[in-house]
């Protein structure tokens, strides 16, 4: 079925498909076997029209997918062929999909990050998270077109237990996210309850674990928002097809609800929701929901869903802690085509403490103006670049309100801020504010040290740096400071 591979001007076939190989080997070599079983493996050339490089892929996720992340890559490996190529046009070629996909178990990666079988892994319920919410009218036409099982359902590819990174604040969540992907339904898991602020990691945790058992063996694994459960029932109502609907929903394995706190209000979902959710339970199988509260806090939900929901494991993900924020941030900046400096990844994790999202996304800024502009990432440019980021999250704390919070929060005399005791229980919460003084304002050392009874500017800086020391070796005293940090901050 393979075409022809069209001559380019300056090159023969055979040198061609010899670049070809040699292409896909260094992208192999580039990112690893499992990444490139996922993603690059059915890539196909097509042809060479004119300078530019024609490849196939059999699914539209697959070419977005590749697209986005190895378009760049590709094209610059073309070039590097020099055999005229200066472009790269990815496209769908539906008829190049295999009959069957290699069994993800037999060729000894099986434990390892997922083989990409997106359409295969998840059930067709699922949506894209980038997906606007539909009306009922496309909400319809959808579950139609889902009954014949032809649209692609992907959970993000990113989002796997491999790209997440644990740390004090998530390491419940994340614990029993893995014991809840290895063995779906064991008693005390069921349902398993995750919930946490925007942006802390509930919906990477939830496609982690729906990949994990997908790939693990042949469940039925449903993931979709709890928007989306709305629309999908309200639209089985119209096209009166609710029982088709429930069918549908008790015929898998795995039920997750992301955002359940949408629910809120929706009566008639919750009702269904809950019906689905016992049936489930009752039959053995695993329900995992993820809402920005705790079970008992969502009022608004009825009194035995939340009481059901509560009944399983339930797991908090608190807010990023410093040392989080830094782990985070090595880890994305590893696969980076920039080098980011150290300094620069604990400018950002100072700065950007309201959640991993937005941690990202200045990150991802910085690399893609370092790329775009081929000039090295600095501190300088970083707080150019990220002016207006930086700028929101530079609340306009003063002095005195840190001194403030902290007296009040170690219980000691605001006085004492000022005071010349030495004793540990002042001495302490005094470094403390001076090392958020520091962090949070723009004042100068010499200036913290006048405010905080005129001290020297060496005292401060030794405070700033013990505390630093102190958060390292002791989480439970880091944790209070971020606390701190971020009263102060809101
Ligand atoms: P939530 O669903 O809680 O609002 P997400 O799961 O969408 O948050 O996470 C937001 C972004 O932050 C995603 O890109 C996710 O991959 C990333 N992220 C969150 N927590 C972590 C973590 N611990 N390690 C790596 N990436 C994370
Ligand atoms: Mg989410």
Redesign the pocket.
Same mark, same amino acid.
Request: charged letters at 20%.
């Given at each position: 079925m393979e075409k022809e591979l069209g001559a380019s001007p300056s090159a023969a076939p055979g040198q061609v498909t010899e670049a070809w190989a040699r292409i896909r080997g260094r992208l192999r070599e580039e990112v690893g076997e499992v990444e490139y079983r996922s993603w690059l493996r059915q890539m196909t050339l097509s042809a060479i029209e004119g300078e530019e490089a024609v490849i196939l892929l059999p699914t539209r996720f697959l070419r977005d997918w590749v697209r986005g992340h190895y378009g760049d890559r590709l094209r610059s490996l073309w070039a590097a062929e020099n055999l005229g190529v200066r472009r790269v046009d990815i496209r769908v070629a539906p008829e190049l999909r295999a009959p069957e996909p290699e069994a993800a178990m037999s060729d000894g990666l099986a434990g390892a990050a997922p083989v990409a079988r997106p359409q295969q892994a998840t059930l067709a319920l699922a949506e894209p998270l980038s997906s606007p919410p539909r009306s009922h009218a496309e909400a319809r036409a959808e579950s139609r077109a889902e009954s014949r099982n032809d649209w692609a359902a992907p959970l993000d590819p990113?989002?796997t237990f491999d *790209?997440?990174?644990?740390?004090k604040p998530?390491e419940f969540a994340h614990a029993c996210a893995r014991r809840v992907a290895e063995k779906p339904a064991s008693p005390g898991f069921n349902p398993l309850f995750l919930y946490?602020g925007?942006?802390?990691?509930?919906?990477?945790?939830m496609h982690a674990i729906a990949w994990a058992i997908s790939f693990n063996g042949q469940r039925n694994v449903a993931y979709m928002s709890a928007e989306k459960f709305m629309y999908r029932f309200i639209a089985a109502l119209r096209a009166q097809s609710t029982m088709e609907f429930k069918e549908s929903l008790r015929s898998v394995d795995v039920l997750m609800i992301?955002d359940l706190q949408f629910l809120i209000g929706k009566d008639n979902t919750q009702e269904e929701f809950f019906h689905t959710f016992n049936a489930l339970v009752d039959a053995g199988k695993q329900i995992v929901v *993820?809402a920005d509260k705790s079970p008992s806090d969502l009022s608004g939900l009825e009194d035995r869903l939340r009481t059901r929901l509560g009944c399983g494991m339930v797991a908090d993900?608190h807010a990023t802690t410093y040392e989080?924020r830094i782990s985070?941030l090595q880890?994305k900046a590893q696969g980076a085509e920039v080098e980011v400096p150290p300094r620069v990844l604990e400018f950002l994790a100072h700065k950007i403490t309201s959640?991993?999202?937005e941690l990202?996304g200045a990150l991802n800024r910085l690399i893609a103006h370092a790329n775009l502009f081929g000039r090295p990432i600095t501190l300088e440019s970083a707080q150019e670049v990220l002016h207006d980021i930086l700028r929101a999250h530079d609340r306009r704390v003063t002095i005195e309100e840190i001194q403030r919070k902290v007296a009040e929060h170690y219980n000691i005399r605001l006085t004492d801020m000022s005071s010349a005791r030495r004793a540990r229980n002042v001495a302490r919460p005094r470094q403390v504010a001076m090392y958020l003084a520091k962090q949070l304002t723009s004042r100068s050392l010499p200036e913290i040290g006048r405010r905080f009874g005129n001290r020297d500017h060496t005292t401060v800086m030794h405070a700033v740096s013990r505390v630093a020391e102190l958060m390292q070796s002791d989480s439970t005293f880091a944790e209070d400071v971020e606390l701190l940090r971020r009263m102060l901050e809101n």
């Open positions: 990113r989002f *790209s997440f990174v644990v740390g998530n946490g925007v942006g802390l990691g509930k919906t990477h945790l992301d *993820s993900i989080l985070i880890a959640n991993v999202r990202e």
